[in-house]
């Protein structure tokens, strides 16, 4: 087989897994549902244009030469957004480093590693890029309805931040592997994805709030302070919003500028993608022997748990997805807390905030343990009741909620008593009512599924969610209006109560 045949050929490969992932993430992996799964994302599509038009549809009209705010706003735009695609774009790299089963064939193939490592690369870029360009269709579209076609240039600057994104993830991932190693890379990588991706977002929103006392993001753009430092209309940096505009002068060396990246990162480090890839695959890399440590001997419930703590603290994607849900919540608490006034009684919009987060993280920590078991047959066959098995597993949920959320809680206990046993007791309520659903629902499936496990049961899904903002609205009903929070508890328990009645384990 020739070189160019061989390259051919795993880039027909790339495409196939590409497309079959994006297929399972919509489908739960039933082909069954490949109809309704295509018509509701149709649907979701058209839907978006509404939103689009909140956001975008007053830029429609702006026009060349930018005045100074319009392009301020517009640049820091296309550099959120390219934030976002680098977020998605290393959490990409860090898959294919660690989440591919297929390295043992293509390391053993006579295949070039060059040449298939720099279709790895390019396959990477691809699919970025046709994923930034799907979700910017929707705010094309209305720029282009309200201003015309010269908006159509703004999928061009779509395409440059795409392939740039995607050899900037590249070579942060390659920057990791020298500097941290394989073992800690996947867990660092996950991290600076969730930063990169909220952190520009959130940043804004908490120098607005402590400024301005608003959650607006142009409050700050606008702000006289940032238009002291901006560099004259001649500069570079204004580039990426007069190419969303038509200038085809500068969308071209946009377009070339991102080209030449991608390419220069193909040529960099596709000759040591091998070497990188063999580090971070356990069933290629070499196993360092460990030092033998004395048996001890514990009880088997003990053992279970502790098999199931050392599975989350391995688990990189759990670390990142508990991240982005921490930092979401982190500018309406910032904004709540200041709309409060001063005194002890603006803490009590932090209350609702941890019994959310407990409630979302419990869920997340009980279908890895419940539901993502990938040693089920061994576990099964342990000398230890089926009621014993779950019980331990819920048990793991339970101690990480309460070692993470407890110095929140203590913290809080410091300003007011009456908040910190409400948040305690909501706390525990929406943990438990997380954990019981996801027991209800509980699916066999593998931990790599974490990602699309919302699929397995859309009931379990909006029951969650549901759960975990009644429990929250309840725990601040509580303190501010006591019979409001009795009405919603009543609520929410009964949205608990439904879930129960529906789900699968009661039939």
């Known amino acids: 087989m020739s070189a160019a045949v061989s390259a051919l050929w795993f880039a027909r490969h790339e495409l196939r897994l590409g497309w079959r992932e994006m297929l399972g993430m919509l489908t739960g992996g039933r082909r069954s549902r490949t109809r309704s799964a295509t018509i509701l994302l149709v649907v979701f599509a058209i839907f978006l244009h509404l939103p689009a038009y909140a956001v975008v549809g007053r830029f429609a009209d702006v026009q060349t030469p930018l005045d100074q705010q319009s392009a301020i706003i517009i640049t820091a735009s296309v550099f959120l957004a390219w934030a976002l695609i680098l977020s998605q774009a290393i959490e990409s790299v860090t898959r294919v480093f660690y989440a591919r089963a297929d390295l043992d064939l293509i390391v053993s193939s006579p295949a070039p590693l060059g040449n298939v490592f720099s279709v790895r690369i390019a396959a990477i870029a691809l699919t970025v890029t046709v994923m930034a360009l799907m979700l910017a269709t929707p705010f094309v579209n209305v720029l282009v309805l309200g201003g015309g076609t010269r908006w159509f240039a703004a ?95 500068v969308l071209l ?57 050392k599975l989350l603290w391995r688990d990189p994607w759990l670390m990142s997805q508990t991240l982005m849900q921490l930092l979401y919540l982190l500018p309406p608490a910032l904004m709540l807390w200041r709309s409060f006034g001063d005194g002890p009684s ?44 779950l019980t331990a ?31 305690a007791l909501a706390t525990i309520v929406a943990a438990g009512s997380a954990t019981s659903i996801q027991l209800w629902f509980r699916v066999q499936a593998k931990r790599s599924q974490f990602r699309r496990r919302q699929t397995s049961s859309r009931i379990a899904t909006f029951a969650e969610a549901f759960s975990s903002i009644g429990w929250a609205a309840t725990a601040v009903l509580t303190l501010v209006l006591p019979v409001g929070g009795a009405i919603a508890g009543v609520l929410t328990a009964g949205i608990v109560a439904l879930a129960w009645k529906l789900s699968p384990s009661r039939s």
């Open 346 to 389: 603006a803490f009590v919009v932090l209350v609702p905030v941890i019994v959310m987060a407990a409630g979302q993280l419990a869920g997340g920590l009980a279908w890895l343990t419940i539901s993502g078991e990938d040693a089920a047959d061994l576990v099964t066959t342990a000398p230890i009741p089926a009621a014993a098995l």
């Open 155 to 249: 999928y061009g600057v779509v395409l440059a931040m795409g392939l740039s994104a995607s050899a900037v993830a590249i070579a942060v991932a390659v920057g990791l592997f020298e500097l941290c190693g394989p073992a800690r890379t996947r867990m660092v990588a996950q991290i600076i994805s969730a930063v990169t991706g909220a952190g520009f977002v959130i940043a804004l929103q908490v120098a607005a709030i402590l400024s301005y006392g608003t959650l607006s993001r142009f409050a700050v753009l606008t702000s006289d302070a940032v238009v002291a430092f901006v560099p004259d209309a001649s500069s570079i940096a204004w580039w990426p919003a007069r190419a969303m505009l038509g200038e085809v002068s």
């Open 253 to 309: 060396p946009l377009l070339a500028a991102g080209l030449l990246l991608l390419g220069t990162t193909m040529a960099l480090f596709s000759p040591h993608f091998g070497r990188y890839v063999v580090s971070a695959s356990p069933q290629l890399a070499s196993r360092k022997i460990g030092i033998a440590r004395p048996f001890r001997a514990i009880s088997r419930r003990h053992a279970l748990r502790r098999k199931e703590f």
């Open 393 to 423: 597993k819920v048990e793991v949920v339970l101690i990480c909620i309460t070692a993470i959320f407890t110095p929140l809680i203590a913290a809080l206990g410091l300003v007011s008593r009456e908040m910190a046993v409400v948040a």
